[in-house]
Nanobody
């Protein structure tokens, strides 16, 4: 599975961005998907995840502001980011897991995209 993330860019605090991730292959609907981010000098952290059945989990820091969704017919998962804060600045990665659950740990994912940079200015 190859993952390609897009949609990053520069946004002012309070603004919105929508990240998209498309996947190769015919079995996308069976994968659990997740978004992680890594800020400069920090470890990669969980942002949001969605299982193959649509179960969803969010990091506390983004609850109520970010929304993860998937469109299996398009092999795509998206992350709508609203009310953004400077601390959301990071490289965002999408990831895919062959498992059937909803996963918050990076080690649960089998495939990773290259990441897209999101910068939120104050």
């Amino acid at each position: 599975v190859q993952l390609q993330a897009s949609g990053g860019g520069l946004v002012q605090a309070g603004g919105s961005l929508r990240l998209s991730c498309t996947a190769s292959g015919r079995t996308f609907s069976t994968y659990a998907m997740g978004w992680f981010r890594q800020a400069p000098g920090k470890e990669r952290e969980f942002v949001a995840a969605i299982s193959s059945r649509g179960a969803i989990s969010y990091a506390e820091s983004v609850k109520g502001r970010f929304t993860i969704s998937r469109v299996d017919a398009k092999n795509a998962v998206s992350l709508q980011m609203n009310s953004q804060k400077p601390e959301d600045t990071a490289v965002y990665y999408c990831a895919a897991s062959r498992g059937s659950g909803v996963y918050t740990r990076a080690g649960s994912y089998d495939y990773w995209g290259k990441g897209t940079l999101v910068t939120v200015s104050s």
